[in-house]
């Protein structure tokens, strides 16, 4: 594989992976605190795992389809950009348990969030971040994106899920008496 070169310089695509962690930091830490800290920890681990899993599932041989920040080769300022999902599977589910929707809202609100991840996929692009290649463009990352937004809706409502720590809870005092 030959090692391609895209820029040699820290400007707009280091600055763009920044700002993003910076912007979806603070928000997430400027938010009132919904979560316990495993709740928390699971919602930002969660966009670094699903982003660490598939850019190397399909941004390196044998799909290949798109190379990340200045070099076609993985460098360490690479590793940022994984920090750069964080935020937004923690907003997710923020967004998910504040406003307790129905089942086909839900659906809607997958939906919107794959739409808003493929707009960002989109502006990273255009700030070098993302270097498409073998015609891909960010339009094929949508049905990405609802697969991994769902899963990790699975995941989070599997794990955290009320009823569950409720029967736990209920079946604990029985045995007590």
């Known amino acids: 594989m030959k090692k391609i070169v895209y820029d040699n310089h820290f400007n707009g695509n280091e600055w763009f992976i920044i700002g993003i962690i910076v912007v979806g930091f603070a928000v997430v830490w400027l938010l009132p605190r919904r979560f316990s800290p495993a709740q928390t920890t699971f919602n930002l681990l969660v966009g670094i795992t699903f982003g660490h899993i598939i850019d190397h599932a399909i941004g390196l041989p044998p799909f290949d389809f798109y190379d990340l920040g200045d070099q076609s080769t993985y460098q360490l300022f690479d590793l940022f950009t994984y920090l750069m999902y964080s935020p937004f599977g923690y907003l997710f589910i923020y967004g998910y348990e504040r406003l307790r ?55 989070y409502r599997m794990a955290f899920a009320r009823n569950r720590w409720q029967r736990s809870r209920r079946e604990e005092v029985k045995k007590t008496y």
């Open 101 to 155: 929707m129905s089942e086909l809202m839900t659906v809607a609100y997958i939906l919107f969030w794959a739409a808003v991840s493929v707009g960002l996929e989109w502006l990273a692009f255009k700030a070098g971040v993302y270097h498409y290649k073998h015609g891909y463009h960010s339009g094929y990352s949508f049905p990405i994106y609802l697969f991994l937004i769902s899963i990790q809706l699975i995941l």
